[in-house]
Nanobody, 120 residues
Framework: QVQLVESGGGLVQAGNSLRLSCAAS????????MGWYRQAPGKQRELVAT???????NYADSVKGRFTISRDNAKNTVYLQMNGLKPEDTAVYYC??????????????WGQGTQVTVSS
């Protein structure tokens, strides 16, 4: 089974920064697209940023210019650098990875979620 382990969430004041990490491990042959989603209480999960292999990064309008998604293929890890955090960014952040397993089947996996809380 493939596992995604997230870290880097926390409690910060508005204007500060956090860096989220999501490391994939297990029976992985290769990783395709990676991304971050978030879900605030009472709201639907929304796309934050994606970074497909060989493609351009893309971001939700609400985070453009503040967040940066990146990946380290050698470590099977995706990052989300979050600068200029706002209270509206408060949510549980989930990483998502599309990958090819060692059995060569493609699967879509979710991390366990990491809480980001931004105080005003």
């Amino acid at each position: 089974q493939v596992q995604l382990v997230e870290s880097g969430g926390g409690l910060v004041q508005a204007g500060n920064s956090l860096r989220l990490s999501c490391a994939a491990s297990g029976s992985i042959f290769s990783i395709n697209a990676m991304g971050w989603y978030r879900q605030a209480p009472g709201k639907q999960r929304e796309l934050v940023a994606t970074i497909p292999s060989g493609g351009s990064t893309n971001y939700a309008d609400s985070v453009k210019g503040r967040f940066t998604i990146s990946r380290d293929n050698a470590k099977n890890t995706v990052y989300l650098q979050m600068n200029g955090l706002k209270p509206e960014d408060t949510a549980v952040y989930y990483c998502n990875v599309d990958l090819r397993r060692s059995d060569h089947l493609i699967y879509h996996y979710w991390g366990q979620g990491t809480q980001v809380t931004v105080s005003s």
